[in-house]
C-alpha cells in the first residue's frame, strides 16, 4: 500500500513561484508524477520523473517553467513552479506508478494518488 500526501500550495501572484511537495509511504521504487485538475476539466498531465529521477516528462504547457525532482532518501517528490499564470490554477495531484520505474504521462497509467493541493494563481 502507498500513500501520497501533498503539501505546498496555495494563492500567488502571476509571475510568482510555489513549490509542491508530495510525501510517500510505503515502497518507494516506482515513477511518480503530477497532474491538476481546474474546474469542469478533466485531470491533466503536468510532469513525470522515473525511480532513478534520470528521466523526466513535462506537458508542453509547463515546460520551461515547472521542474519536477525527487529526493529518494526523504519518499519525497517535488514540484517548482515558477512563472505562474492564471490558467495554472487548478488542484494539483501527486501520483504514483508502481507498476512501471519509467516516467508516464497517462492518468491511468497511475494506480496511487494523494488527496490534492490547491494551487490559485491570481492576476
Known amino acids: 500500500q502507498v500513500q501520497l500526501v501533498e503539501s505546498g500550495g496555495g494563492l500567488v501572484q502571476a509571475g510568482g513561484s510555489l513549490r509542491l511537495s508530495c510525501a510517500a509511504s510505503?515502497?518507494?521504487?516506482?515513477?511518480m508524477g503530477w497532474f491538476r485538475q481546474a474546474p469542469g476539466t478533466e485531470r491533466e498531465f503536468v510532469a513525470a520523473?522515473?525511480?532513478?529521477?534520470?528521466?523526466?516528462s513535462y506537458a508542453d504547457s509547463v515546460k520551461g517553467r515547472f521542474t519536477i525532482s525527487r529526493d529518494n532518501a526523504k519518499n519525497t517528490v517535488y514540484l517548482q513552479m515558477n512563472s505562474l499564470k492564471p490558467e495554472d490554477t487548478a488542484v494539483y495531484y501527486c501520483?504514483?506508478?508502481?507498476?512501471?520505474?519509467?516516467?508516464?504521462?497517462?492518468?491511468?497509467?497511475?494506480?496511487?494518488w494523494g488527496q490534492g493541493t490547491q494551487v490559485t494563481v491570481s492576476s
Open positions: 510505503g515502497r518507494t521504487r516506482y515513477a
Open positions: 520523473i522515473s525511480w532513478t529521477g534520470g528521466s523526466k
Open positions: 501520483a504514483a506508478d508502481t507498476t512501471s520505474s519509467y516516467s508516464r504521462r497517462r492518468v491511468d497509467d497511475y494506480n496511487y
